[in-house]
């Protein structure tokens, strides 16, 4: 399911559909390359607890709408207005009401395209990754004075060799769908085409095993407990917690996304 870029303004920034027992989430701001706004974050936010309260449901597919984008991150356009991209009360579950929001079931990304910054946290949020042929990858927030508050930083580095982690986070710096198969930050790469049919096939197996079974392996495998805490990744997040408010209130956090909104170079002071 995707939708074009004669969406109008009223269009849903999330569309929520069933596929059996698999439950499909598609980014649904294609104008906007899927850019993550607050209604976005409620409407994955919910979907998920759906997802998790509803024992037909086995597997959850994120996708995005369109071939321009799996998702660009944060709006920063949105930022720049004053807009909040996460709403007040649920902060807890992050980014797109995703990136923190762990459930039993098992998630995966079908990326149809470059999924840049909070992109490619959502993806490291997910448990299994499709990607496009096309499809990009990387954290550039240190382009935009900001940092990747989204989880992105740490679970890069747990997922990536040090030295290739550290490069990334540093420049900003993207690779692409094939280099992210060889450093096994994702599980399959495909034509653009062939992105969402992959991924709900290989959700279909996962929902055709036992599902008690299956979501216990994923709690093992991730050290979650039944509440969806993961003790392993506090550390990282309370990390994340006390950079952030010296960064989100720097001159240079101003910089980025108003340099990024006029198209031109950013100019930075260091404070």
């Known amino acids: 399911m995707t939708t074009t870029e004669s969406s109008t303004p009223a269009a849903p920034p999330a569309l929520i559909e069933r596929r059996g027992n698999v439950m499909l989430i598609t980014l649904n701001r294609p104008a906007a390359r899927n ?20 024992p ?99 679970r890069l580095a747990a997922k990536l060799p040090p030295t290739v982690a550290m490069e990334l986070l540093l420049t900003g710096d993207s690779i692409t769908a094939q280099r992210a198969l060889d450093l096994h930050l994702i599980n399959r790469v495909v ?36 509440n969806g805490d993961r003790p392993g990744e506090q550390d990282g997040w309370d990390m994340t917690s006390a950079e952030l408010p010296a960064i989100a209130f720097s001159v240079d956090a101003k910089e980025g996304p108003l340099a990024f909104a006029e198209k031109r170079q950013p100019v930075w002071q260091g404070k």
């Not at 607050?38 to 509803?54: F, P, Y």
């Not at 992959?198 to 093992?220: D, F, G, M």
């Open 56 to 154: 037909e449901v086995r597997v959850v597919v994120l996708t995005g709408a369109g071939d321009k984008a799996f998702c660009a991150g944060a709006d920063l356009k949105a930022m720049t207005r004053g807009e909040k991209v996460i709403p007040e009360g649920r902060e807890k579950w992050g980014l797109a009401g995703y990136v923190s929001h762990a459930i039993s079931k098992p998630t995966i990304a079908a990326v149809n395209g470059p999924a840049l910054g909070g992109g490619t946290e959502l993806v490291l949020a997910s448990d299994l990754v499709v990607a496009a042929d096309t499809a990009i990858f990387g954290l550039p927030e240190v382009k935009r004075g900001l940092i990747a508050g989204a989880g992105g930083a740490f």
């Open 35 to 54: 850019a993550v706004n607050a209604e976005m974050c409620i409407q994955v936010g919910d979907a998920l607890e759906m997802a998790e309260n509803d």
């Open 191 to 226: 034509p653009a085409e062939q992105v969402l049919d992959t991924a709900l096939e290989l959700a279909q197996v996962i929902a055709a095993n036992a599902p008690l079974a299956v979501q216990a392996h994923k709690r093992i495998a991730l050290a979650q407990s039944h």
